[in-house]
């Protein structure tokens, strides 16, 4: 079995064509993606406004790679760059993970691997109902035993969204985001796979 093969491509830019290229690079990974062996892809400008562009793309083995390089879709993708004014002036192939994981040394960088949609506002805000509703339960207990259900309602309101805010920003959400991600993306639940 072969080791994962990185591709890096420098290409220049005509200037004035940055969001045609940022789009065309988006297509490209996403037929990429549904080719097996894929494993990434991202783009890197030494400067916002540089024209050269150098670009990553990453798959499992050598014979992976040689299917979407041989593919009729990338084909169709590379033809669909003719009027951007794109020149390919260097191309390397590197096994291992050299080159993928290297500090990059530039500003500008975009990752542009498809990113799952946003998940419907409903099952968000239920998502959040299932953690907001014990822990305000919890903590408007905890405020009663200590004593502050005697302070003003301002106050004492005060104190319960002093403590709830930081738990749920940086536990309690994370913590059942990561547990009903499935929920949240619309797959089956863990048990049923």
Do not use: C
């Amino acid at each position: 079995m072969s080791a994962p093969v990185t591709v890096s491509i420098t290409r220049h830019l005509d200037p004035g064509r940055e969001a045609e290229m940022a789009s065309w690079l988006q297509a490209g990974t996403a037929l990429a993606q549904r080719f097996p062996g894929f494993l990434g892809a991202g783009w890197v400008r030494p400067e916002a406004d540089s024209e050269t562009w150098h670009m990553l793309y990453r798959f499992a083995d050598a014979d992976s790679l040689r299917a979407w390089e041989e593919s009729p879709q990338r084909q169709w993708w590379r033809d669909s760059a003719a009027g951007l004014g794109v020149v390919e002036s260097r191309v390397e192939r590197r096994t291992g993970i050299e080159g993928w994981f290297d500090e990059p040394q530039h500003r500008d960088i975009r990752d542009l691997r498809v990113q799952p949609p946003p998940p419907p506002r409903w099952k968000q805000a239920l998502v959040i109902f299932l953690v907001f509703y014990p822990l305000s339960v919890v903590v408007n207990w905890l405020s009663a035993e200590v004593g502050a259900d005697g302070l003003p309602l301002l106050l004492r309101v005060l104190l319960v969204i002093a403590v709830m805010t930081p738990t749920m920003t940086y536990l309690a959400l994370p913590w059942v985001t990561r547990r009903m991600e499935w929920f949240l993306q619309g797959q089956p639940p863990p048990w049923r796979r």
